[in-house]
């Protein structure tokens, strides 16, 4: 997509247009408006600044809910494509949302998004409901779960990254603390979502970016045993890894972890 669509790019999620409208939330500068907190530090790539914010706000159900805030005013990144102005990050963002919606890959829930020019300052928003009741990955202690739910936690991981990649889409970010999961006790299972998801895109080799992806939460997940590694590398591939694709992934994951 063209630097023009991304300044013409804007979005409200279906269900909650009347419900923001009636908010009167239907720009950037009524979202900033809003009582809001600051959640980190903001980034700063050159003159631009990247801020993400957390807010309550009234929704469909006349609930109060949280959301998160990103909001970017001129913090691009240089590519092949847009290789002098660059992109908003936020706009690559708010693109893998779309793309993992329409396939059916479960995310953060996008409410809005919007990007503006004027002159040579160019801002970028996009908001998405908090996950309430998930838990990053990261914050899981494995140790601490019974060996069943252990085991389920496992099993619904590798097969939403499998999903994913099915997709024909990388998450190229696939840290744990990227991964959020929620326990259903009547379903007995897990809920799993992937967040941030600026640096997603399709795949068009078979293999080589699935790696990546496994590499990164390999080496990250160092609080899961090599057990757990490899419940998660036969959910994900569907067969022992004995036989002839696990050994595949397996030594090519080996030769990648070598060389990263």
């Known amino acids: 997509m063209s630097n023009q669509m991304e300044l013409n790019a804007s979005y409200v ?13 239907n720009a950037m500068s009524d979202w900033l408006a809003l009582d809001r907190t600051l959640v980190d530090e903001p980034n700063r790539r050159g003159k631009g600044i990247s801020e993400v914010f957390q807010a309550n706000i009234t929704g469909p159900d006349h609930h109060e809910v ?9 913090y691009q990144r240089r590519s092949l494509l847009h290789p002098l102005v660059g992109q908003s990050t936020l706009y690559q963002e708010y693109k ?27 801002q970028a928003m996009l908001v998405s409901l908090d996950l309430k009741g998930f838990e990053s990955l990261d914050r899981i202690d494995p140790g601490s779960l019974e060996e069943g739910r252990r085991q389920v936690l496992i099993h619904d991981v590798a097969a939403t990254v499998r999903l994913l990649h099915e ?7 696939l840290y744990p603390k990227h991964i959020f999961t929620a326990w259903h006790e009547q379903q007995q299972r897990y809920d799993v979502r992937f967040i941030d998801m600026e ?14 992806d496994l590499d ?12 757990d590694r490899a419940r998660f590398l036969r ?26």
């Open 13 to 25: 999620h279906p269900h909650w247009r009347v419900t923001l409208q009636d908010s009167g939330l």
């Open 216 to 227: 990164t939460l390999a080496r990250r997940a160092k609080h899961f045993s090599a057990l």
């Open 66 to 74: 949280t959301v998160y805030i990103k909001y970017q005013r001129n």
């Open 199 to 212: 640096r997603c895109r399709p795949h068009y080799q078979r293999w080589r970016p699935r790696l990546r």
């Open 96 to 122: 893998a949302l779309m793309r993992c919606w329409q396939a059916g890959v479960p995310v953060a829930e996008p409410l809005f998004f919007a990007a503006s020019t004027e002159g040579e300052d160019r």
């Open 167 to 173: 997709k024909g889409l990388v998450h190229q970010n």
């Open 235 to 260: 959910t994900y591939l569907g067969s022992p890894l004995s036989q002839g694709k696990g050994r595949f992934v397996v030594s090519r994951l080996s030769r990648h972890l070598k060389s990263a």
